[in-house]
């Protein structure tokens, strides 16, 4: 499934926030459906760049004009080490490799994650491909600190702005998703979205004690936790998923 941006600008006394509100609304996402919070949780508002890229074979550009100001990114494949240069509204270019594959740039998002009034930054760049592999990207993580950002990429599935939510007071955190083969009480296989929660936490992200949340994936629309599944199946099924995928939460990233 191919994801599409619709950014509408609405001229009202809202600013921002309400174009922000319009784009989350109007954007497709089997987040919305599969939901492990239901169907309207809280959301960080992010406010996606503005149309404004450019795409040859050999790099892609975005500008960002954001109520913070201006900001760019450039993505350059590169063989082997894909490199994101991001230059933000205020301070020097940061310089990022990830150690993975991801075919392209797609979106870059910015809001104040971690409360300290400057700017942080959320890139998109998925890996590519048909089906549920179009649903995967690493997601890179820029988080403001006293010296300028702090660097950090997670592996996921399913990524846009409804992974960022609000979960209770303090900072937002940020939904990982992956899909997860396993039996349940009806003793047929089923595979399931698991979702594991990382809280922003001043520069960098820091996986919550918060209990994984097993949504069934099905044929429709489906945004409640399973009962197909015990306490004892999905401690089962996610040990085995784990040894079998070799599953690594974060992408290594070099500055």
């Not at 270019?93 to 870059?108: C, D, G, H, S, W």
């Amino acid at each position: 499934m191919n994801k599409i941006l619709v950014l509408m600008l609405v001229v009202s006394s809202c600013g921002w926030a309400s174009s922000v509100a319009s784009a989350l609304a109007l954007e497709p996402s089997m987040l919305a459906d599969y939901h492990p919070l239901g169907s309207h949780p809280k959301l960080e508002p992010l406010e996606p760049c503005q149309d404004l890229k450019t795409q040859t074979q050999l790099e892609s550009q975005q500008v960002c004009q954001t109520r913070f100001g201006r900001s760019s990114v450039k993505f350059v494949p590169g063989q082997g080490e894909p490199t994101l240069t991001v230059q933000p509204a205020k301070g020097t270019a940061v310089n990022i490799k990830l150690e993975t594959l991801p075919m392209y740039f797609e979106q870059m998002y910015t809001a104040d994650l971690n409360r300290d009034g400057r700017e942080d930054y959320v890139l998109e760049l998925p890996w590519g491909g048909n089906g549920l592999a179009a649903e995967g990207s690493v997601v890179v993580f820029m988080l403001s600190n006293k010296t300028g950002y702090r660097v950090t990429a997670l592996d996921t599935l399913l990524f846009d702005p409804n992974a960022v939510v609000r979960v209770g007071g303090g900072n937002p955190s940020v939904i990982h998703t992956t899909l997860v083969y396993a039996t349940g009480r009806d003793g047929r296989g089923h595979n399931f979205w698991v979702n594991t929660f990382f809280r922003v936490q001043g520069d960098t992200l820091v996986q919550s004690a918060r209990a994984l949340i097993w949504v069934h994936y099905a044929f429709k629309p489906r945004a409640v936790p399973t009962q197909l599944l015990t306490a004892a199946e999905k401690k089962r099924a996610w040990a085995e998923y784990m040894v079998n995928s070799n599953q690594k939460f974060f992408v290594r990233v070099k500055r």
